[in-house]
């Protein structure tokens, strides 16, 4: 069975600090792995999604890497800014016809000014 | 253009009492998705419906029910509600399978006391 672990659980940085998020999974025969960002009250936004045959995509100040041989994935948040704060999950789908992501527990980033 | 709507936003309810949570999306997206969050936790996904008529369980449907009887409407179902139903609830939708193009709603948050 498929499982995603997510570390740190928490994480607290100072304003303009580079910061790496991390992923790991214990089935490497996915499909792709998402990012997904959810404010308190809101619901999920997708950040980056990187396909099985990729290793990594970008997106302004966020990079997404996957080394799915090993298992893992992070995501690297440049010069952070309080309106980075919020809890990032990680999700995974088996296959191209797959319907379930399966998440990770995510990972809370407060950035202070 | 609204996405994904759900209602009520928050709800109390008694052991054993029943209630429908609603879904609504304005995109005709052919799938449709309904997960729960427990705290600290990732989501798990409850039912899926891959069109108007067809529904499957996903990974922990038990003590819910749901139809899909138009392309648009996928609501879900209490019976008898128990306590470890206390959880955020999200509906999702998405043009085709695969992890592609996922659009959440902001969630319903619901306590059975």
């Known amino acids: 069975k498929q499982e995603v672990t997510q570390i740190p659980a928490a994480l607290s940085v100072p304003e303009g600090e580079n910061l790496v998020l991390n992923c790991s999974f214990t089935?490497?025969?996915?499909?792709?792995l998402q990012w997904f960002r959810q404010d308190p009250g809101k619901g999920l936004t997708s950040l980056l999604l990187i396909q099985s045959s990729q290793r990594e995509q970008t997106s302004g100040r966020l990079n997404a890497s996957l080394d799915k041989s090993s298992g893992r994935s992070t995501l690297y948040i440049a010069a952070s800014q309080p309106g980075d704060s919020a809890t990032y999950l990680c999700?995974?789908?088996?296959?191209?016809?797959?319907?379930?992501?399966?998440f990770g527990k995510g990972t809370t980033l407060s950035v202070s000014s | 253009n609204a996405g994904v709507t759900q209602t009520p936003k928050f709800r109390i309810l008694k052991i054993g009492q029943s209630m429908t949570l609603q879904c609504t999306q304005d995109m005709n997206h052919n799938y449709m998705y309904w997960y729960r969050q427990d705290p600290g936790m990732g989501l798990k996904l409850i039912y899926y419906?891959?069109?108007?008529?067809?529904?499957d369980k996903g990974e922990v449907p038990n003590g819910y029910n749901v139809s899909r009887s138009t392309t648009e409407d996928f609501p879900l179902r209490l019976e008898l509600a128990a306590p470890s139903q206390t959880s955020v609830y999200f509906c999702?939708?998405?043009?085709?399978?695969?992890?592609?193009?996922?659009?959440f709603g902001s969630g319903t948050r619901l306590t059975v006391v």
């Open positions: 419906s891959v069109g108007a008529g067809i529904t």
């Open positions: 999700a995974v789908i088996s296959n191209q016809a797959g319907t379930a992501l399966i």
């Open positions: 089935d490497s025969a996915i499909y792709n």
């Open positions: 999702a939708s998405s043009r085709t399978t695969g992890g592609y193009g996922y659009t």
